[in-house]
């Protein structure tokens, strides 16, 4: 099986990328890690990467100056290393039109919360002052305007009269590290894709990646 070849964009510790790079080391996966970029040099997950063999890219945004220069830098890492797809994972940075153009359809981000519920930053904390029952993670397809692209899959945890952002925060993790791997993968084998601004599923990966998801 030839498998897809990703590189995965972070800009902190990487836990998300750690989940992925485990689940590369499978002999069924549908994909395998090309490189691993960081906006940040100092970023703890390059060298989880480096540790894992895989190849790391440290990118100064702070240093480039420019959103444009950043994404210019980014693109050309993912092309020479071969990059098919392209996972956020932890990455902080908003990106330009046409460098999510040139990648419609093949980049994917995880985001922490039910979408379109509570986009941008510090989501949990959203949730609970919105009062709602339910929380979780979603994984969708990148668009230019931010957290709104077309919805793969989500995982849902129950949210506790005793919950504050942190113990929240730690309960939804886990339910990323399951969902992620997993829609990469099946965007790797092809049975996902986006289509005229639409998720698109093959068969009943709707079905079995929400029941993946819910926890």
Same mark, same amino acid.
């Given at each position: 099986?030839?498998?897809?070849?990703?590189?995965?964009?972070?800009?902190?510790? @990487?836990?998300?990328?750690?989940?992925?790079?485990?689940?590369?080391?499978? *002999?069924?996966?549908?994909?395998?890690? =090309?490189?691993? /970029?960081?906006?940040?040099?100092?970023?703890?997950?390059?060298?989880?990467?480096?540790?894992?063999?895989?190849?790391?890219?440290?990118? *100064?945004?702070? =240093?480039? @100056?420019?959103?444009? =220069?950043? $994404?210019?830098? %980014?693109?050309?890492?993912?092309?020479?290393?071969?990059?098919?797809?392209?996972?956020?994972?932890?990455?902080?940075? /908003?990106? #330009?039109?046409?460098f999510i153009a040139?990648?419609?359809?093949?980049?994917?981000?995880?985001?922490?919360?039910?979408?379109?519920?509570?986009?941008?930053? *510090?989501? !949990?904390?959203?949730?609970?002052?919105?009062?709602?029952?339910?929380?979780?993670?979603?994984? !969708?397809?990148?668009?230019?305007?931010l957290d709104a @692209?077309?919805? %793969?899959?989500? &995982?849902?945890?129950?949210? &506790?009269?005793?919950? *504050?952002?942190? #113990?929240?925060?730690?309960?939804?993790?886990?339910?990323?590290?399951?969902?992620?791997?997993?829609?990469?993968?099946?965007?790797?084998? @092809?049975? /996902?894709?986006?289509?005229?601004?639409? #998720?698109?599923? =093959?068969? $009943? $990966?709707?079905?079995?990646?929400?029941?993946?998801?819910?926890?």
């Amino acid at each position: 099986m030839s498998r897809k070849r990703v590189g995965i964009l972070i800009s902190g510790r @990487g836990s998300n990328m750690a989940s992925l790079v485990d689940a590369a080391r499978r *002999d069924d996966c549908a994909y395998e890690i =090309a490189c691993v /970029i960081s906006n940040r040099p100092d970023a703890p997950g390059l060298q989880i990467a480096r540790n894992a063999g895989i190849e790391a890219v440290a990118l *100064d945004h702070k =240093a480039l @100056g420019t959103r444009d =220069a950043l $994404d210019a830098a %980014i693109h050309e890492a993912l092309l020479a290393n071969g990059a098919e797809l392209v996972v956020c994972a932890g990455f902080m940075r /908003i990106m #330009t039109g046409d460098f999510i153009a040139k990648w419609e359809g093949s980049m994917i981000n995880i985001h922490p919360s039910l979408l379109p519920l509570f986009k941008g930053l *510090d989501t !949990h904390e959203q949730a609970l002052q919105a009062g709602v029952r339910v929380h979780g993670c979603s994984v !969708h397809f990148i668009s230019a305007e931010l957290d709104a @692209g077309a919805i %793969i899959a989500q &995982g849902v945890v129950k949210i &506790g009269l005793d919950d *504050d952002a942190d #113990t929240l925060a730690a309960r939804v993790l886990p339910v990323e590290h399951l969902i992620y791997p997993a829609v990469l993968g099946a965007l790797a084998e @092809g049975r /996902i894709r986006l289509e005229n601004g639409q #998720t698109v599923f =093959a068969d $009943d $990966d709707a079905a079995s990646l929400s029941i993946l998801a819910t926890g």
